[in-house]
């Protein structure tokens, strides 16, 4: 039984291990919703000093619109053929080419944001240093500097003890408690913010926000683009609408978990963004978590200070394993098509999660810094993964199915993708080579 003549029937029935029931769909809304916020949050109060708070607001809601069509595009063109992957709709839209395009950039977009929050969380728990400026982890602020609070060994340990028991689970369903206390955690990071910004505010000590952006010598029309990737990057989590899908009974039940996530996030993004542009005003960073790494007049914000970093860094300790679970899927995919389902053979499962956790690991601890490397890279193979693909899906319709407003919002969707993509990423380039004063 083929996806295409039952859409409603257990798809685990035919495509996943016999005798497993379907997935829950709060359990999805966990694990979609914790696949989504990742790292984003902490550009997003970046984005509201760019453009403003109205338009930041506006381009927050049109993207999780836009989003909502591309899974619902993605769920609905898989259903209509054979495969069960997104690497395998591509291919079936446009053969091997389309296959290996999309897990190259799942595999771009993944291992980059794994490294990433490596990367954050050892900044976190161990201090790191940015030109002539160091930054004390929390660890090393309560204890002092020692080797067993360095960033290779308290990483190694976060490594052991925290993830790889939860990048073993087969499931994506198995990881709904952990991404329900990620989300919980999410939602902490954004109530301490939202705390100090009111506090500040009572207190006077708010910044005035802008409500539209400025421009001026240090802002042009053009780097007004380069908040786009950032928020396309937020949103995207395609690379687990078809292992989080597929555990589910129904297509329907996917969309609505996807709906229920996507308001919850905007939400969290919006108000991240807000609160954190209140309390830092023009002198956000690009990363938010900086502007906490700082001193603080009271012992008070000291301990919210702590709070802010230690529940993102364990948040991201929690969303590591859901990335981990495609990424883990599109390279056996890649590397061993013809190899039965990855969670049936025990060994293969085990060598290639080892193999990335240890990779992963050695890359946080060899390039500490190597956050904007991965802002050109990651934004464009995100923008792939979440508009262009799926946009093109619909407009090559093997299975004949597109409507007109399919076809409509396809191409609108990647018009929009590409034009604003290229004007971020050349912008970015001018800025950093260029001659901006």
């Not at 060994?153 to 003890?161: D, E, H, K, Y």
């Not at 993830?163 to 990071?189: D, G, N, T, W, Y």
């Not at 919006?270 to 990363?287: N, R």
């Not at 590409?418 to 901006?436: L, P, Q, R």
Request: aromatic letters at 10%; one cysteine or more; charged letters at 10%.
């Amino acid at each position: 039984m083929s996806p295409a003549t039952e859409v409603h029937a257990p798809l685990l029935t035919s495509h996943g291990p016999p005798g497993v029931n379907p997935a829950s769909v709060s359990g999805a809304v966990f694990n979609i919703a914790t696949s989504i916020i990742g790292a984003g949050i902490m550009s997003i109060p970046a984005t509201l000093k760019v453009l403003g708070i109205i338009p930041a607001l506006v381009l927050i809601v049109i993207v999780g619109i836009l989003v909502e069509i591309s899974v619902e595009f993605l769920m609905r063109f898989t259903h209509s053929g054979e495969s069960i992957t997104y690497a395998g709709v591509m291919n079936e839209s446009f053969g091997r080419v389309g296959s290996v395009a999309t897990q190259v950039c799942v595999m771009i977009t993944n291992l980059g944001c794994l490294i990433m929050y490596l990367i954050i969380i050892a900044d976190v728990l161990s201090g790191s240093q940015n030109g002539g400026t160091v930054h004390l982890g929390v660890l090393q602020e309560w204890f002092g500097i020692h080797w067993w609070n360095s960033r290779e060994f308290a990483l190694l340990v976060t490594v052991i003890v925290v993830m790889l028991p939860l990048v073993l689970l087969k499931r994506v369903e198995s990881l709904k408690f952990s991404s329900a206390v990620s989300v919980l955690l999410a939602l902490i990071f954004v109530a301490i913010c939202s705390v100090m910004a009111i506090i500040a505010l009572v207190q006077g000590k708010t910044r005035n926000p802008r409500l539209v952006p400025q421009l001026d010598e240090q802002t042009s029309f053009f780097d007004l683009f380069t908040a786009v990737p950032v928020i396309v990057t937020a949103f995207t989590f395609h690379f687990n609408v078809h292992p989080i899908g597929f555990e589910l009974g129904k297509q329907s039940d996917m969309i609505t978990a996807v709906r229920i996530s996507l308001v919850l996030c905007s939400a969290i993004y919006f108000a991240i963004g807000l609160f954190g542009y209140l309390l830092f005003g023009d002198s956000i960073e690009s990363d938010i978590l900086v502007n906490f790494d700082r001193s603080s007049e009271t012992s008070t914000g000291a301990l919210l200070n702590v709070a802010v970093r230690l529940s993102y860094a364990l948040h991201l300790m929690l969303v590591f394993p859901l990335l981990n679970f495609s990424l883990r899927g599109n390279i056996d995919e890649f590397l061993f098509p013809k190899k039965p389902f990855l969670a049936s053979d025990t060994k293969r499962f085990v060598a290639l999660t080892i193999v990335l956790l240890v990779f992963s690991y050695l890359a946080a601890i060899a390039f500490p810094n190597i956050w904007y490397l991965f802002q050109f890279v990651g934004s464009t193979s995100a923008v792939c993964l979440a508009f262009i693909f799926p946009g093109a899906i619909a407009l090559r319709d093997v299975n004949g199915i597109s409507t007109k407003r399919d076809r409509t919002m396809a191409t609108i969707m990647i018009v929009l993708a590409v034009v604003t993509s290229v004007i971020a990423i050349s912008t970015n380039i001018y800025n950093a080579f260029g001659n901006k004063q």
